[in-house]
């Protein structure tokens, strides 16, 4: 009996601990409605979340720039 019983502790597939947002889908009647929400929405972030976000997404879109090596040599010019 221990053998089916490790067989079937085998063959059983555990789901993967999900996590949703806590955000519910809201719906709007027009892009005006819709961009207004957006705006009060984002006139609650305090300044420094505001600046976490912006950090955020610059460091996605330039994700492929940032991994490259920097020359951080100062090279000065003789005019």
Do not use: G
Not at 7 to 21: D, F, H, M, T
Not at 24 to 52: M, T, V
């Amino acid at each position: 009996m221990k053998n089916k019983e490790k067989e079937k502790s085998k063959n059983v597939l555990s789901e993967s601990e999900a996590v949703y947002s806590e955000r519910a889908i809201k719906s709007f009647s027009s892009f005006e409605e819709a961009n207004e929400d957006d705006a009060k929405a984002k006139a609650r972030l305090s300044p420094e979340q505001h600046l976490a976000n912006v950090t955020k997404r610059i460091k996605e879109m330039y994700a492929d720039e940032l991994k490259k090596p920097m020359d951080k040599t100062l090279k000065f010019r003789n005019d």
